[in-house]
């Protein structure tokens, strides 16, 4: 079965289809929602004798009528989902969900911030705004790409290119149209002075609430962004400057660029912040010219983002939310959401309001129509009747190093139906791993002696042929 849908903008196979949506369908299986898609499929679909004419318009002629009909129907338990249960609050304003965009180019603009109320996000984090004279350079983005999709994403852009008035009429308007949705305005000062000046701005904005950005890696003014996320003592100076001049709640953006980010975040607090937001993108460079004909060597460190700095962010999140100094203050997390799944494992580890942006910006805003249906059936399925039950639910299951359990080991089983006997799991075994696999009769062989129960063999496996047995055997003496 063929499912290589591209996830067009205007989906050709619903027009054709004409009776369902197959096109969302699709989508939301790619965004691991097949609860969701299961919930919601009607009994008796008509593509058993259709003569599909969505398969004859699809551009890579993607299997759908099979994919459709290998869709489990059979659930008794159908539901309208209540949205109800995704209502939660940012520092004490209600929040519809706790889904953000995140600021970036993604809310940057009157009408992509309208838009993206109108498709359902609770609110926006503002493209940080400040005094500087911002030019960006072209290109600005890389990529890692596996099966042609983003992994992770390299920017190099800055902040708001608007002046800061025109800014403010723009949040303005939002807010006048938008009354009830969130308004989270990031701001950078370059010195106390601007901090404060750009605190007071903001004051009758229409901003809700402010995103202090002590984390942006791409500043060409240095002592700004993550250069100052780096240095408590100048968090703490510039959290205490912003709280004396405004009248709203604050957070402070922190950056990943550390290795212990408590510091950071101990000092917003010790200056007044009602939480922190985390992470901001990750220094990396992703490409190098290696033609030795251009003669200069085009390169540079920029910020990364996207699905491959999830694990960083959730270490930070954890972090954060293990921290006594940060009991009962807001968390916002992002750094790699792209499903509902994701979103979730930063609540259960104590965000209080997840935010996106490198998602967005390659599935688009209407992303939150499978963030919000996924989040709600699983919470509704588990007996939650708020996503405020879920939050830090996990963090006490997160063992630390020196108190994990070693006295067993959990062996791989082997799937001898699924195994085609490409050898991939004997390779890494005996190259990477304790050389405890061998081949007979073309058929990987486990020596119990050897295995040490590390997995590598359940990881490399390109046929899913491999998995975890669930008994955990007790090391030999
Ligand atoms: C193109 C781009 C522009 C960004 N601009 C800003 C910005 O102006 N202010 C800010 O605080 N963060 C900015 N960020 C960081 C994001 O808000 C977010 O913290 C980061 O990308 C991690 O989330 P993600 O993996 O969902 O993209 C930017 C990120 C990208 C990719």
Redesign the pocket.
């Known amino acids: 079965m063929k499912n290589n849908c591209l996830l067009c903008a205007e989906p050709v196979c619903t027009k054709a289809c004409a009776v369902m949506d197959p096109a969302k369908i699709l989508r939301s299986l790619s965004f691991d929602n097949e609860y969701v898609v299961m919930n919601s499929i009607p009994a008796e679909i008509p593509c058993t004798d259709c003569e599909g004419r969505c398969e004859a318009a699809c551009p890579v002629s993607v299997d759908i009528r099979e994919t459709l009909l290998g869709i489990r129907r059979d659930r008794p338990d159908k539901k309208e989902i209540n949205y109800d249960v995704l209502k939660t609050d940012f520092c004490g304003i209600p929040l519809e969900n706790p889904f953000l965009l ?4 993604v809310a940057s603009s009157y009408e992509k911030c309208a838009r993206a109320f109108e498709a359902g996000w609770a609110g926006v ?1 503002y ?2 705004v400040c005094f500087m004279d911002i030019e960006e350079a072209s290109p600005r ?1 890389s990529a890692v790409k596996g099966e042609e999709k983003i992994i992770g ?1 390299k ?1 190099i ?4 290119e608007e002046s800061v008035e025109e800014n403010i009429r723009i949040f303005r308007k939002l807010k006048e149209n938008y009354p009830t949705k969130f308004l989270l305005v ?1 701001i950078m000062g370059r010195d106390e002075e601007e901090w404060i000046r750009l605190a007071e701005m903001m004051n009758d904005s229409g901003a809700d609430a402010l ?1 202090l ?1 002590f ?2 890696p791409n500043m060409t003014h240095k002592a700004t962004g993550s250069d100052v996320g780096q240095i408590p003592e100048l968090v703490e100076k510039y959290c205490k400057a912003v709280k004396a001049h405004t009248k709203l709640p604050f957070i402070a ?1 922190l950056t990943p660029n550390v290795t212990h980010i408590e510091d950071s975040a101990e000092a917003a607090m010790r200056g007044g912040a009602d939480g922190v937001a985390a ?3 990750i220094k990396s460079l992703i490409e190098v010219d290696i033609n030795p004909n251009n003669g200069i060597y085009h390169a540079s460190i920029g ?1 990364y ?2 699905k491959a ?1 999830k694990p960083i962010a959730l270490r930070f999140i954890a972090e954060l939310s293990a921290d006594k100094a940060l009991e009962g203050k807001h968390i916002s997390a ?4 792209e499903t509902w799944k994701d979103a979730l494992e930063f609540i259960v580890l104590g965000a209080d309001s997840v ?5 967005v ?1 390659q599935y688009g805003q209407r992303i939150i129509e499978d963030l919000k249906d996924g989040l709600a059936l699983y919470l509704m399925n588990h007996g939650f009747s708020s996503v405020k039950e879920i939050k830090g639910s996990t963090i006490s299951g997160i063992v630390p190093t020196e108190k994990l359990d070693r006295s067993y080991i959990i062996y791989p089983k082997f799937l001898r139906e699924k195994c085609v006997s490409c050898g991939r799991c004997v390779l890494s075994c005996t190259d990477g791993g304790h050389e405890a696999l061998r081949f007979a009769e073309g058929r990987p062989i486990l020596d119990p002696k050897k295995c040490v129960g590390c997995h590598l063999c359940i990881l490399v496996c390109p046929q899913k042929a491999i998995v975890s047995s669930e008994i955990k055997v007790p090391k030999r003496q």
């Open positions: 995140s600021s970036s180019v984090a493209k940080t983005y994403f920017n852009e800055q902040l708001s990031s995103e950005n984390s942006c953006k992470i901001n993108t910020g983002s996207g700095v992002m750094g790699g959401i935010q996106v942006t490198t998602a910006m």
